[in-house]
């Protein structure tokens, strides 16, 4: 049975810093992606990683804040996001998709079947 539990929101004020992570389990994927959805918003991409060559990428407002990794070994990946704003406010959420997907179609939701719970980020001003 496929499951990503994620781990590490909360609450932190404005240029603060947090660590998401997401421990998958059941299969492995070609990519693993974070998402996020404020209230009354649409989920938003927030970055992939490929999981056998590494690479990554950015929704732009997220570049050079935020960065994603993996740790084979546990089967983890992470999202470091530094240099908080309170617009960063949304429920965060791992995505897995079996396929490499390509730069276009990773940062759409549509092409992941498999989805965390969601962890809350606030962060205030």
């Known amino acids: 049975q496929v499951q990503l539990v994620e781990s590490g929101g909360g609450l932190v004020q404005a240029g603060g810093s947090l660590r998401l992570s997401c421990a998958a389990s059941?299969?492995?994927?070609?990519?693993m992606s974070w998402f996020r959805q404020a209230p009354g918003k649409e989920r938003e991409f927030v970055a992939t990683i490929r999981w056998s060559s590494g690479s990554t990428y950015y929704a732009d407002s997220m570049k050079g804040r935020f960065t994603i990794s993996r740790d084979n070994a546990k089967n983890t990946v992470y999202l470091q996001m530094n240099s908080l704003r309170p617009e960063d406010t949304a429920v965060y959420y791992c995505?897995?998709?079996?396929?490499?997907?390509?730069?276009?179609?990773?940062?759409?939701?549509?092409?992941?079947?498999?989805w965390g719970q969601g962890t809350q980020v606030t962060v205030s001003s």
């Open positions: 995505a897995a998709a079996t396929p490499v997907l390509s730069t276009v179609t990773m940062r759409m939701s549509t092409y992941y079947i498999n």
């Open positions: 059941g299969r492995t994927f070609g990519t």
